[in-house]
């Protein structure tokens, strides 16, 4: 058993999460850097990876970047308590199907068709509109971020001109020239098919597609 742990930084609304097997040595270890760190939650877990991704990932606009607060996020405990009520729900209610599907998703397909009871046409309805409102809400931010992401370019270009062969900008950026060493893959099947074919490496795969309704 292991621990996804919740701490308030004294007073203010700012949280930091992360998992350890061992809470006490862990706090211990944290206090040292900053004893204002106090215990707002526990959650007692054998799935901490899991939940603490949850909920870094429900609060990834809440993140306080840069150095070593990754973290850290900037939040209410009023905004904070219902996520980590989810996360518990989600490690009860959602985590062993999740884990059940991944382990099926092992097992190779026998080819046969199953009939579709009414739960599983249930579900099928709620995944379509389900995707229908990811689409739009992606249509949207992909709008937002084609802007962003054109004045981004500008700037960047902008930068580069300036520095010129410039390995660095002096607290402003750097353009440094790198190797990488690749491997030609169709060029060693070419030069050596014999190897190629004694080393290629099959993999097989259970692929997931979801039917539009009829």
């Not at 729900?89 to 046969?112: F, H, I, N, T």
């Not at 802007?147 to 353009?175: C, H, N, P």
């Not at 690749?182 to 098919?193: L, N, T």
Request: one cysteine or more.
């Amino acid at each position: 058993m292991a621990y996804v742990y919740i701490l308030q930084n004294g007073t203010d609304n700012i949280f930091k999460i992360g998992r350890t097997i061992d809470i006490e040595a862990r706090l211990r270890q944290l206090r040292t850097g900053n004893p204002q760190l106090t215990v707002f939650q526990l959650i007692e877990t054998d799935h901490e990876v899991f939940c603490e991704s949850y909920l870094h990932k429900r609060l990834g606009t809440k993140q306080i970047c840069g150095g070593s607060s990754e973290e850290f996020f900037a939040v209410t405990p009023a905004e904070l308590e219902p996520i980590i009520a989810d996360a518990k729900a989600y490690l009860v209610e959602c985590l062993p199907m999740l884990l059940e599907a991944e382990r099926m998703q092992e097992k190779d397909s026998d080819g046969s068709t199953k009939i579709p009871g009414n739960a599983a046409i249930s579900m099928h309805q709620e995944m379509l509109e389900v995707a229908e409102q990811i689409h739009r809400l992606q249509a949207v931010m992909m709008e937002q971020i084609a802007g962003l992401q054109s004045r981004y370019d500008f700037l960047e270009a902008e930068i580069k001109v300036t520095m010129g062969t410039a390995a660095e900008l002096k607290g402003i950026a750097t353009w440094k020239t790198g190797v990488r060493n690749g491997f030609d893959r169709s060029a060693f099947q070419e030069a050596e098919p014999k190897l190629y074919e004694q080393y290629k490496k099959q993999s097989r795969t259970r692929t997931f597609k979801l039917m539009k309704q009829q």
